[in-house]
């Protein structure tokens, strides 16, 4: 890896995309602060990252955090009620994301990354992580075999990071000479304080672990446990940073369950190795599909019985082991009927504009996250959330309780939960035809042969399915919508 030098509109342009917050660093600065700044102090700015780059030296001055306790609920004389926020140097945010930049280059180039790690990575979300895990589950259930998932609990994984581990770990993958010295200093004689009020602690170094709240620190942690997926052959593994989840199947459950807990004891054993600890009580597992066989099957994980569950909420999503959605749909539904009542309570003395506002700053959110995974399902177990997003509507538009919804929904330029659930469905797909999807989501997708000018040369194949589970589906029912499109939709920009 080769570091390229910094220019000056990279840095302005870098400051000006930041949010404009007001939270202060040790030096009182805050972004909103740089961005007033930032022109004036971009040339001597410029030549410290470059010589920074040069030297393979991250300032001292810039490793300093500021940590400030946030109240979270209960006793205010209890300190594991509060959540401690590390507020670094804003030069050092510029500084660092300068470098991770140059080190997503790297990292893309040389294909260095895992496609089963969905976190903190361009063109990739919890959602497609979802549905990586929906297709791996489903494909099991067509072919009538059993799929187990054992969803991880990793303790305090960002603050357990061994640094000479992590050093070799990237010496590994061609991060050498100049640039894996620039890494070893930013690493190296950190310092942190705590802020009250007007009082501060003194300094105490930190010997473990990456830097919380940095941008870099992420980038580093997936770096660590990259090479996890290499422990097993055998095993599915679907990651989101710290969030490791780990999937099989097989033809007979008993022999199932002994792979799983020889390949167990293998990825236990690589935990123990690079100094992550695994915390087993908290490690659930979840036998997937409708077969009611061998419901008293035990795991063991290092001699530890790990527990058993129908439900797991799996990336903000509770996914079962029936794959149907009812308790994620559940759970959407009570969180919506809570931000709906606050629109009803006040829509007498808000206007229109301010009720729509509130409606995407407090609905819309629990309706878009990840549903064109748990929205393609049956029209009756999405009916409670239907009418309460009708209800919702009525009520932005201050309409009677019969009145109808659909010149309301035209007004308000709101899609219906169903219409929203299958836009962000063919966008996945529209991915997929561009094949621009990661790799293994991409493998979901079959093509047709494109070098006669048909009518039907931008469809995709159509995979036939044996059960409802796997139809509702996107690799299924994605292509099905797809493929009913117009050609001109489908090369739509």
Request: proline share 2%; aromatic share 12%.
């Amino acid at each position: 890896m080769f570091l390229t030098a910094v220019e000056e509109m990279e840095i302005i342009d870098l400051v000006n995309e930041c949010e404009s917050k007001t939270s202060a660093d040790y030096n009182d600065i805050d972004s909103k602060t740089m961005k007033n700044v930032i022109g004036g102090i971009v040339k001597p700015l410029t030549y410290i990252c470059n010589l920074s780059f040069l030297t393979g030296t991250f300032p001292n001055q810039m490793k300093i955090a500021k940590v400030v306790p946030l109240f979270k609920t209960g006793d205010k004389h209890s300190f594991t009620n509060y959540r401690p926020v590390s507020l670094l140097s804003q030069f050092s945010k510029i500084l660092e994301k300068l470098f991770s930049k140059r080190l997503d280059l790297f990292l893309d180039k040389g294909m260095i990354l895992s496609d089963s790690q969905y976190g903190f990575r361009s063109n990739r979300s919890t959602s497609l992580a979802l549905m990586d895990t929906v297709e791996e589950i489903t494909n099991a259930i067509d072919r009538k075999h059993f799929a187990v998932g054992i969803f991880l609990d990793l303790q305090k994984a960002f603050y357990t990071i061994d640094h000479n581990i992590l050093i070799n770990k990237l010496e590994r993958y061609r991060i050498r000479g100049i640039v894996l010295k620039w890494l070893t200093s930013y690493l190296s004689h950190r310092k942190q304080f705590v802020k009250v009020g007007q009082f501060s602690s003194t300094y105490l170094d930190i010997a473990y672990g990456v830097p919380q709240g940095s941008v870099l620190g992420p980038k580093l942690f997936i770096l660590y446990i990259n090479d996890i997926c290499k422990v097993s052959e055998i095993l599915k593994f679907v990651m989101f940073a710290d969030d490791t989840n780990i999937f099989c199947s097989g033809e007979k459950l008993n022999k199932l369950m002994e792979i799983l807990s020889a390949e167990m004891f293998k990825v236990k054993k690589w935990f123990d190795k690079n100094k992550l600890s695994l915390n087993l009580s908290k490690t659930k597992y979840m036998l997937f599909g409708n077969n009611k066989v061998n419901t008293q099957i035990v795991m063991n994980i290092d001699g530890v019985t790990i527990e058993r569950v129908n439900h797991y909420k799996f990336l903000g999503v509770i996914m079962n082991d029936k794959i149907s959605w009812k308790q994620h749909i559940k759970h959407v539904h009570n969180k919506t009927v809570r931000s709906i009542s606050i629109l009803n309570k006040v829509k007498h003395f808000l206007d229109r504009n301010i009720l729509h506002m509130l409606y995407c700053a407090l609905v819309q959110p629990y309706l878009n996250y990840c549903a064109e995974v748990w929205g393609n399902t049956y029209k009756t177990t999405l009916s409670p959330i239907i009418i309460l997003q009708k209800k919702a509507i009525r009520i932005i538009n201050k309409a009677g309780y019969r009145d109808h919804t659909n010149n309301l929904f035209l007004k308000s330029r709101v899609l219906k939960f169903t219409d929203l659930v299958q836009f962000l469905t063919l966008q996945i797909i529209y991915k997929a035809n561009d094949k621009l999807l990661p790799g293994n989501i991409q493998n979901y997708f079959l093509y047709r042969d494109k070098q006669y000018n048909l009518r039907e040369e931008w469809n995709l194949n159509y995979l036939s399915v044996r059960t409802t589970v796997k139809s509702q589906c996107i690799s299924v029912c994605g292509v099905q919508l797809w493929n009913g499109l117009n050609s001109d939709l489908k090369q739509c920009p």
